[in-house]
């Protein structure tokens, strides 16, 4: 089964960038459409982004469609979210997870496996 470890959260102020990281061990990173999720405090896990096993199709949730780029190297076997024009409502607890199949709805009950989550902090 694989494991997911999220890396590139930090504190950033609004309007600035960061690229959050998360590498696939124990498994074949291909096999996987990938998600991105985010929780904040107080506030249910709720969807951002996933990438579709090949990178041919991206879906994003509409607060950050335009801002957040979800990409994967599956030979590096790492997925990536590159987040810009942060602002403060993004603050939340980043995780990456793995589903053996496509979800059209992006319900985090769709993707089996689930990284520790990452800390990204906006500040105003």
Do not use: H, I
């Given at each position: 089964q694989v494991q997911?470890?999220?890396?590139?959260?930090?504190?950033v102020q609004a309007g600035g960038s960061l690229r959050l990281s998360c590498a696939a061990s124990g498994?074949?990173?291909s096999?996987?459409?990938?998600?991105?999720?985010?929780?904040?405090?107080g506030k249910?896990?709720?969807f951002v982004a996933t990438i579709s096993w090949n990178s041919d199709t991206k879906y994003y949730a509409g607060s950050?469609?335009?801002?957040?780029?979800?990409?994967?190297d599956n030979a590096k076997n790492t997925v990536y979210l590159q987040m810009?024009?942060?602002?403060?409502?993004?603050?939340?607890?980043?995780?990456?997870?793995?589903s053996?199949?496509?979800?059209?709805?992006g319900a985090p009950a769709d993707f089996a496996y689930w990284g520790q989550g990452t800390q990204v902090t906006v500040s105003s």
């Open positions: 997911l470890v999220e890396s590139g959260g930090g504190l498994g074949t990173l096999s996987y459409v990938m998600g991105w999720f985010r929780q904040a405090p249910e896990r709720e950050v469609k335009g801002r957040f780029t979800v990409s994967r810009n024009s942060l602002k403060p409502e993004d603050t939340a607890v980043y995780y990456c997870a793995a053996g199949r496509w979800s059209a709805t």
